[in-house]
């Protein structure tokens, strides 16, 4: 069979790296040729772990079944659906009446996130000519889609002693710059994602609110990403209050929150997201939706509409149950020597290893030298049977020098260090992130630590 | 609530036309507020009329209540389908041994086949840079997805006295054009729909060769949608062989065929389509896929990758009623005076209007003039009953000079005459047919014929 092409591909996808889960996947399957320390503690996907729930399946089948679903449904998704998610919406943002609202004609439903994010870009940022200011480390996914769209990602760099917050003053100073207004390539947008992925990190609303001030005044638009926003969690543990911005009277103007319902309802293969925005906006990408879904798949659609009410006490219930499993995490690794939970929240945790990783030659067949994250988690995950992943796959490569002088704000240096690993916490149960103790020391030991 | 935003939207976006379909749709439901003539007779929307089979109904409810489906999947969909639906490739299109072949790995699901084409358009058309060659009329979805991403379509006219077969001679003049070799836009791909949306036209194994080796010729891709590839019928109107060029050897080098599960299986609001192509393209396919989609929904993937044998039978007769509803819809349509069809296959058939239409201003309100396809279709549908897409939405304005002058390449003047509907036959009975019939004959009434 030929592997060449009679045509071109556009450079810019030739130029987008594949996607990289796949490759720390492989790292697990070799680790399982030679289990040493028992069972493969998978820690890399930020998926559900559990099944839906039961009310759910059974409404997905039912739907299924009839040939209703079967046909086209809205671009835009089921009315009915959109209208019980805004009222799911209110109760979960405890949004007060005549201060803002959030209703069903804001709610756009796509077929997934991602998805949600790629109409996004489409919509706000001209390609070759724009730019995105969004927190490093950023989501792999995200910052494909910036190089599919050539459209420029402006790194803000996060705070590593600070749970991992980006710095506004960074930003500010950025959009600010005599240098930047010079430039053909303009800043379109500005986007968070919190609870955040890879590093956990949840913006509190006072930081969520200065990023709308900071996007507001320099009529960008500000993006949430709050597929996580199901597991933000209240001073108790509790469900919580991700932010108050849909209180403000002009959120249509200025903030685009969007969502999954693969997270809370754990139905990632049924592939249903959200986008909350103005209609004035919506219009736009409705024009988008079409030429990408059509619609959503209807059978998810149509089951979820009559049942999120029902399901409120699942997602309550939930939400504590990774609470408590992120703090016994929490206790866990950091127990180890020289492991840290520097960040944590929604299903992720960002961790730094021990920084004195070095080893024999004899061990693992490599000379002396320090590791950077990918090193350590190839490791971890193919001799110890931990997969993780690296805290580079979420980085520009630490050699692009064009990239670290041009694109990552001041104060970016710090991230290099490129020692942080990324554990999902949702997909496991209790019983694992206990294992996960000892195979940490079993790496520190592996690794010549305490020699 | 405010309609302003205080971001700019990319001008592509902003200067993509919305969806028409709603348009048309609104016609009819101003007819059902005063239905002279009885039953709205519904034939704009390319859908299946009937539910899915029993069979694939049963499975689908099965698996949605599987908590396997609600997992992630592969990012270029289910090994099981993949390969299940590359052997129903290999029969319905009688690839013989030994002359190339279609497996599982030359095939990507996607959430649907608008995704599919957008997807294609992503990988090989950088925005602004690009152009494709497609016949005119156009279905609107491709020449939206055109506009949003600032690819620039090369219409080439189709014959509207050889059932709308698009002109390759006038394709072959303007790739050999000296003009065009020094644009700054670079033709990227042929793009053909066959059978034919909107015309219904459906081209030859032969007329796609020559196609094909154009494309081969000019170092492009021949991107076929065959949507509509299950209702293509043999001389006894059984299902027939779409083309044989799945059987060259280098096939994988130019071609890429795009399909959709929505028709011939009946399921298009569980959204379904497929990419056939070679693996060195479905590997960059895969990158842009897993920022859409991450994968199709899984449920009716995994339903239908142990059903498409069974359901082969089901396919055969349906087109087969199909073949005999379209030459119904030939019989009584050619039987009205001043209506033709001039083209018709798959879903659709392509039906010139009366060139004489001219009315009384007592009757309809207007003052008597030349009347285009989207006043006709108006008329038909609000007055009459008779709900059918106007011919204007698959051209470019016919006002808009410069798209005229520059991007319709020789021989399209005659298209500006606007005197087509499409009508869509598959989503109908028998009965529905055979009520056209008097409608069209009161349209005529209406419209002063035989005064």
């Given at each position: 069979?030929?592997?060449?092409?009679?045509?071109?591909?556009?450079?810019?996808?030739?130029?987008?790296?594949?996607?990289?889960?796949?490759?720390?996947?492989?790292?697990?399957?070799?680790?399982?040729?030679?289990?040493?320390?028992?069972?493969?503690?998978?820690?890399?996907?930020?998926?559900?772990?559990?099944?839906?729930?039961?009310?759910?399946?059974?409404?997905?089948?039912?739907?299924?079944?009839?040939?209703?679903?079967?046909?086209?449904?809205?671009?835009?998704?089921?009315?009915?659906?959109?209208?019980?998610?805004?009222?799911?919406?209110?109760?979960?943002?405890?949004?007060?009446?005549?201060?803002?609202?959030?209703?069903?004609?804001?709610?756009?439903?796509?077929?997934?996130?991602?998805?949600?994010?790629?109409?996004?870009?489409?919509?706000?940022?001209?390609?070759?000519?724009?730019?995105?200011?969004?927190?490093?480390?950023?989501?792999?996914?995200?910052?494909?889609?910036?190089?599919?769209?050539?459209?420029?990602?402006?790194?803000?760099?996060c705070d590593t002693l600070n749970s991992f917050k980006?710095?506004?003053?960074?930003?500010?100073?950025?959009?600010?710059?005599?240098?930047?207004?010079?430039?053909?390539?303009?800043?379109?947008?500005?986007?968070?994602?919190?609870?955040?992925?890879?590093t956990g990190s949840v913006?509190?609303?006072?930081?969520?609110?200065?990023?709308?001030?900071?996007?507001?005044?320099?009529?960008?638009?500000?993006?949430?990403?709050?597929?996580?926003?199901?597991?933000?969690?209240?001073?108790?543990?509790?469900?919580?209050?991700?932010?108050?911005?849909?209180?403000?009277?002009?959120?249509?103007?200025?903030?685009?929150?969007?969502?999954?319902?693969?997270?809370?309802?754990?139905?990632?293969?049924?592939?249903?997201?959200?986008?909350?925005?103005?209609?004035?906006?919506?219009?736009?990408?409705?024009?988008?939706?079409?030429?990408?879904?059509?619609?959503?798949?209807?059978?998810?659609?149509?089951?979820?509409?009559?049942?999120?009410?029902?399901?409120?006490?699942?997602?309550?219930?939930?939400?504590?149950?990774?609470?408590?499993?992120?703090?016994?995490?929490?206790?866990?690794?950091?127990?180890?020597?020289?492991?840290?939970?520097v960040s944590i929240g929604?299903?992720?945790?960002y961790?730094?290893?021990?920084?004195?990783?070095?080893?024999?030659?004899?061990?693992?067949?490599?000379?002396?030298?320090?590791?950077?994250?990918?090193?350590?988690?190839?490791?971890?995950?193919?001799?110890?049977?931990?997969?993780?992943?690296?805290?580079?796959?979420?980085?520009?490569?630490?050699?692009?020098?064009?990239?670290?002088?041009?694109?990552?704000?001041?104060?970016?240096?710090?991230?290099?260090?490129?020692?942080?690993?990324?554990?999902?916490?949702?997909?496991?149960?209790?019983?694992?992130?206990?294992?996960?103790?000892?195979?940490?020391?079993?790496?520190?030991?592996?690794?010549?630590?305490?020699?």
């Amino acid at each position: 069979m030929s592997n060449l092409l009679n045509f071109s591909v556009a450079p810019a996808v030739e130029a987008t790296e594949a996607p990289p889960i796949p490759r720390a996947q492989a790292w697990g399957v070799e680790y399982l040729e030679n289990p040493t320390y028992g069972e493969l503690l998978g820690l890399s996907q930020g998926v559900p772990k559990s099944a839906p729930h039961e009310s759910v399946l059974k409404a997905l089948s039912e739907f299924s079944a009839d040939p209703l679903s079967a046909k086209y449904g809205p671009i835009l998704g089921e009315t009915k659906l959109r209208e019980a998610y805004a009222e799911e919406i209110k109760i979960q943002y405890q949004i007060k009446n005549g201060e803002g609202n959030v209703k069903g004609e804001d709610i756009g439903i796509t077929t997934g996130c991602n998805m949600a994010f790629l109409t996004l870009i489409m919509a706000l940022c001209p390609p070759g000519k724009s730019s995105v200011l969004i927190p490093l480390p950023s989501y792999f996914n995200q910052m494909m889609v910036f190089s599919l769209q050539s459209v420029k990602p402006i790194f803000i760099p996060c705070d590593t002693l600070n749970s991992f917050k980006p710095s506004i003053s960074s930003a500010r100073e950025y959009l600010n710059s005599s240098d930047r207004k010079t430039e053909n390539v303009k800043p379109k947008m500005i986007c968070l994602v919190s609870p955040n992925n890879p590093t956990g990190s949840v913006y509190s609303h006072e930081e969520i609110k200065e990023w709308y001030e900071l996007a507001k005044e320099f009529k960008l638009a500000l993006i949430l990403d709050e597929t996580y926003r199901d597991f933000v969690e209240d001073d108790n543990g509790d469900r919580g209050i991700p932010h108050r911005l849909f209180e403000e009277a002009d959120w249509r103007e200025t903030l685009v929150s969007l969502g999954s319902f693969s997270k809370g309802y754990r139905i990632p293969g049924h592939r249903l997201g959200s986008i909350i925005a103005g209609p004035a906006l919506l219009k736009h990408l409705t024009t988008i939706c079409d030429c990408m879904q059509i619609c959503a798949p209807r059978p998810p659609q149509i089951a979820l509409s009559t049942l999120l009410p029902s399901l409120r006490p699942d997602l309550a219930e939930s939400s504590k149950a990774l609470s408590k499993r992120r703090n016994l995490f929490k206790e866990v690794v950091n127990s180890v020597e020289g492991w840290n939970v520097v960040s944590i929240g929604g299903y992720f945790a960002y961790v730094s290893f021990p920084s004195d990783y070095t080893f024999a030659s004899s061990t693992i067949g490599l000379k002396r030298k320090k590791l950077g994250s990918e090193d350590i988690a190839k490791i971890l995950a193919t001799r110890i049977g931990v997969v993780t992943l690296p805290g580079s796959f979420f980085m520009p490569p630490t050699s692009d020098d064009e990239v670290w002088e041009n694109d990552v704000l001041k104060g970016g240096e710090i991230l290099k260090e490129d020692k942080w690993l990324r554990f999902a916490v949702a997909n496991v149960e209790d019983d694992v992130v206990i294992k996960l103790g000892p195979r940490l020391k079993e790496m520190n030991k592996l690794m010549g630590m305490g020699e």
